[in-house]
């Protein structure tokens, strides 16, 4: 994640000026949280960014700026940096030919509209949304009446 503040210093450098960043800390002495604010002369946003540690809270307020400046056309997205998970910090990239978010990570299910395999748009009634696989809505309760229905055989001793 310090990559994206190393960019965001060097395209700063370049236009000549320096990005500020601001820390707040929240939370008990034992539970801190950081949110970290920064600003550049010259634009009116202001990146934002919350970790439990100050150096993930300024990369993430980095970060965000750094998306503001791509959505504006400032920087180019293929000049950012990917976004680099460190070993068991989160869910694994897809090797080769996954879906590929903007960051250089998966898409989210959600945001993955067609599935891998065939392509046919994904959801709708009774998908569950993960490479088509069905469910039969209330089947366990279908299951419960029909038992419930049916006479059953008591035997008292």
């Known amino acids: 994640m310090g990559d994206v503040k190393n960019f965001l210093y060097a395209w700063c450098g370049k236009k000549k000026v320096t990005p500020n960043y601001e820390i707040r800390t929240a939370g008990n002495k034992n539970r801190q949280k950081f949110s970290c604010e920064v600003r550049v ?20 307020a980095a970060r965000d700026f750094v998306n503001y400046l ?18 068991g910090d989160g ?9 590929v978010g903007p960051s ?6 959600h945001i993955a509209l ?29 299951e419960y009446y029909n038992k419930r229905e049916s006479p059953e055989e008591h035997t008292s001793e």
């Open 114 to 142: 067609k599935s891998e395999g065939n392509e046919r748009p994904m959801g709708g009634p009774g998908s569950s949304g993960y490479g088509g696989a069905s469910w039969d809505r209330g089947a366990n309760l279908k």
């Open 70 to 87: 791509v959505r504006t056309g400032d920087v180019k997205s293929e000049e950012v940096p990917a976004f680099v998970v460190g070993e």
């Open 91 to 99: 869910p694994p990239v897809p090797a080769g030919g996954g879906f």
């Open 41 to 60: 002369d010259g634009y009116n946003y202001i990146g934002m960014g919350n970790s439990t540690s100050k150096k993930d809270a300024q990369s993430n």
């Open 104 to 109: 250089g990570g998966p898409l989210p299910p």
